[in-house]
């Protein structure tokens, strides 16, 4: 099956660091990554679409700015958290379209914890 | 706005007997659902889908039913076993949100042997 790993797996820094969660398909190309947060207990929250090649596509209330997106590559995509604080402590997950159709299924990384000290 | 629930935050069933998760969904655009299982600190696992041209898919010893009139579908799992032990999210895309996937709250569905 389509396998898509993150890296790390979790991450702790200070407040005021910027931290960078890579999300890669191993085994399949995506031409379309999506980014999620998870809150204890609660839903994953769709934060962005990135396509390769394009700038990332943000969902209402996702500040740009703050969570950097990059899709340089068919196979990898990266968030980075900016100036990161105690608030954007989440479990954040990538998942992978493996091909253009929009029905294709999305396989999800592992996540990465991130807690900000 | 909670596009997709799933009102069950927890279900527990005997190893054996049929395991039923519900989901509820209210935008009508909707026309392609999926179900993820999900281990704590773990990515959600895809389990199976179904478009909105049917009303029942299965795999193996899951099944997905979807009644679209109720915007209403369902996951059935038989014979559950203690490793289906997980929360179990419904996801649904279509309409203004094409392509992106809309999960509900999760169910933790506990089987006991």
């Known amino acids: 099956g389509a396998v898509v790993s993150q890296h790390p797996s979790w991450v702790i820094c200070k407040s005021g660091t910027s931290v960078k969660i890579e999300c890669r398909s191993l085994?399949?190309?995506?031409?379309?990554m999506f980014w999620y947060r998870q809150f204890p207990k609660q839903s994953l929250m769709l934060m962005a679409t990135?396509?390769?090649?394009?700038?990332?596509?943000?969902e209402q209330g996702v500040e740009k700015d703050k969570f950097l997106i990059n899709h340089a590559s068919l196979t990898l995509s990266t968030l980075t958290v900016t100036s990161a604080h105690p608030e954007d402590s989440s479990f954040y997950i990538c998942?992978?379209?493996?091909?253009?159709?929009?029905?294709?299924?999305?396989?999800f990384g592992p996540g990465t914890r991130l807690t900000v000290l | 706005d909670q596009q997709v629930k799933q009102n069950s935050p927890s279900l527990s069933v005997q190893e054996g007997r049929i395991s039923i998760l519900n989901c509820d969904y209210t935008n009508s655009m909707f026309d392609y659902f999926l179900w993820y299982k999900k281990y704590p600190a773990e990515g959600p696992t895809f389990l199976i889908s179904i478009s909105s041209i049917k009303d029942k898919n299965e795999d193996g010893r899951f099944t997905v039913f979807l009644n679209k009139s109720a915007k209403h579908l369902s996951l059935h799992i038989v014979p559950s076993q203690p490793g289906d032990s997980a929360v179990y999210f419904c996801?649904?895309?279509?309409?203004?949100?094409?392509?992106?996937?809309?999960f509900g709250q999760g169910t933790i569905l506990t089987v006991h042997p």
């Open positions: 998942s992978a379209r493996t091909s253009g159709s929009v029905l294709d299924t999305q396989y």
């Open positions: 996801a649904a895309s279509g309409g203004t949100s094409y392509g992106k996937l809309t």
């Open positions: 085994d399949f190309q995506a031409t379309t």
């Open positions: 990135s396509n390769e090649g394009s700038k990332a596509t943000y």
